[in-house]
């Protein structure tokens, strides 16, 4: 693939109907490791990326904000999300449902695959205002092909980018492995496999394409989303989470959000920023180094008790201290 696949005339609705998704679940399960182990497991990459702390805080509110920028996500956002009715509540069921299917076993996956296809499948509506390449009262479905890819996209880019810059670099043949792991999440939510990237360079792309082109634009929507999210910041690291955004998104995308441009001031806020987080990542304790999700994976598929503290934090962020059970 070398071009971005919803760039072009304005796309109609292409439904991931129930069918297609079983069958892309059915497939991708079919080849995991094991039914213990689930999608990816120890050795893969997606959980060497995944399992910061520090790289899935950072990177989840940007993707949120990385999806406002296009249409059909921002209004289906606004009409059918918890997001501005009980935000703690929608950060806790993104958690636990990322986390379940990167990390659960087999039946995991499967159920919180099915759950989240029969969820979207209540998120349709149309776009009020024209917007890019959307006129006026153009449909959007959640469960559609040519938005979901940048759903899934960005979920992998931004993480990856967060680690590249948080922990370090990944091998040329990790960055392969990596886009071709993530393609395997893709299928649990029906993503056609020719809607999707095959190389690191066709990943990188194809965010680029999509960010740069008219299925991005400015909306009502997307303001209010992004202004939401950053608002749930106190002002002083509000300040601080703009400046290291714009150091870390496409250029194109930061333009069609309205975010500030790149200053010596947000570079400034960009190195405090990665100092900190390096310092935490390389002293912390494990139990806050790692995701929950994560240590509790590697206690069932490896043995690895799971600290204490781990639990407690798992407490803190959902109520409970499992998150795959």
């Not at 796309?11 to 059915?26: N, S």
């Not at 921002?74 to 299917?101: C, N, W």
């Not at 091998?171 to 056609?192: K, M, V, W």
Request: aromatic share 8%; with cysteine.
């Amino acid at each position: 693939m070398t071009a971005p696949p919803i760039i072009g005339p304005t796309p109609e609705l292409r439904p991931v109907t129930r069918e297609l998704f079983e069958q892309r679940l059915e497939e991708v399960l079919a080849a995991a490791p094991s039914p213990r182990i689930g999608l990816f497991g120890p050795d893969s990459v997606v959980w060497k990326v995944t399992r910061f702390t520090p790289v899935y805080l950072l990177s989840t509110p940007l993707s949120g904000i990385m999806h406002a920028a296009h249409p059909w996500i921002a209004q289906g956002v606004k009409e059918h999300s918890k997001l501005f009715e009980d935000p703690r509540l929608r950060a806790r069921g993104t958690y636990t449902f990322l986390m379940r299917i990167v990390f659960g076993d087999v039946d995991t996956v499967r159920r919180t695959s099915r759950a989240l296809h029969s969820m979207h499948s209540r998120v349709e509506g149309t776009v009020p205002d024209g917007a890019g390449r959307f006129g006026p009262g153009s449909a959007y479905s959640a469960n559609e092909v040519e938005a979901l890819p940048w759903v899934h996209l960005v979920f992998f880019w931004s993480r990856l980018r967060m680690y590249q810059r948080v922990v370090g670099a990944l091998t040329t043949d990790e960055l392969e492995r990596y886009t071709q792991e993530s393609n395997r999440f893709a299928a649990c939510f029906g993503i056609p496999a020719d809607a999707l990237p095959q190389s690191y360079a066709e990943l990188e792309a194809t965010v680029e394409g999509i960010a740069a082109s008219d299925a991005i634009a400015t909306t009502a929507a997307g303001r209010e989303t992004v202004a939401f999210l950053l608002g749930q910041l106190p002002g002083p690291a509000r300040a601080v989470f703009i400046g290291f955004l714009v150091e870390t998104m496409p250029e194109s995308l930061r333009v069609a959000l309205e975010l500030p441009g790149p200053s010596r001031r947000t570079r400034t806020w960009n190195r405090l920023v990665l100092t900190g987080l390096r310092l935490l990542r390389r002293t912390g304790p494990a139990g806050l180094r790692y995701v929950p999700a994560y240590l509790e994976a590697r206690e069932r598929v490896q043995g690895v008790p799971q600290p204490r503290l781990s639990r407690r934090f798992n407490k803190a962020l959902l109520g409970r201290e499992s998150t795959l059970g």
